[in-house]
């Protein structure tokens, strides 16, 4: 099923955008084909230097060749145009950090948070790798109150270094939802800050935002409790990109109707981020990429 919507899904790709269809294949054929560096690697997007640890991961992999959710890249060239700001709620490693980074250019801005210190130590080489571009790297999380709380982390390790379910952007600040996992993880306290507190510290004027990315591994409610100004922001909504997580058996469930009904009533148009079609509520699965706009 999985395999046939894929299919479906570049075919009409393929139709629409044929250049950069051809330059999927491109990327796909060359990582397939290469046999990638090991240690300390970089890759570029444009003029953004982005460097990787390959013995981090098999995903370091996909980053390095730049195949990683070649889908999403889309929604980006639409909405991260240069000068413009892109934020990135739970960040992990940077990749679409740097990706944003050369789409906004030396006159825009990126603002990434992520509170783990062995991935935020990513983000803050690519500002270091880019003195040139405005990169503001956050060792924060985002949610609904400030404060600390306890995170469950999937580090990197030999032996998970093939495991893609539970990987290196797993970690969570939902509770439980790594229970099932937890000879994989390990349990840190890490800061919260509210995002509509961090809108007025930096002074980022939201119409000046091209697009929010959020990925936080089922956090994705508390988010939204901490950025009331940009849900009841009036007039233009400004675009976000969310992974959206459901399962109702955890101590306090996920639930993504919920979240995508809560988006809708803010003024929000909600579509599946791979077809750009309109979300079907009774389809969601465990983990959906929706775009809002």
Known sequence: MIASKTARFFAKYAANDPVKFSDMLRRRMVERLSTPPGGIAATRFHKVRYELDMDAHRLMRKYYFRTHEMYLERIFDKHVAPGTTFIDIGANCGYWSAYALSRVGTSGQVHAFEPVPTYFAFLRRIAELNPD?????????????????????????????????????????????????????????????????????????????????????????????????????????????????????????????????????????????????????????????????
């Open 133 to 293: 571009f405005n990169m503001n790297a956050n060792n924060v999380a985002c949610g609904a109150q400030p404060g600390r709380l306890p995170m469950a982390v999937v580090l990197p390790r030999p032996a998970n270094f093939d495991n893609f379910n539970t990987n290196i952007g797993s970690s969570s600040l939902a509770p439980g939802l790594l229970d099932h996992a937890k000879a994989l993880t390990e349990t840190i306290s890490v800061e919260v800050i509210r995002f509509d507190d961090y809108l007025a510290n930096r002074n980022i004027d939201l119409d000046c935002v091209g697009l929010i990315k959020i990925d936080v591994e089922g956090f994705e409610s508390a988010v939204f409790d901490g950025m009331r100004q940009v849900l009841d922001k009036p007039g233009r909504k400004v675009p976000i990109l969310c992974e959206v997580l459901t399962d109702r058996t955890l101590p306090q469930p996920l639930d993504g109707v919920t979240t995508v009904a809560r988006l809708e009533g803010a003024g929000y148009r909600c579509v599946n981020a791979m077809d750009l079609k309109p979300i079907d509520r009774t389809t969601l699965g465990f983990e959906e990429n929706i775009l809002c706009v």
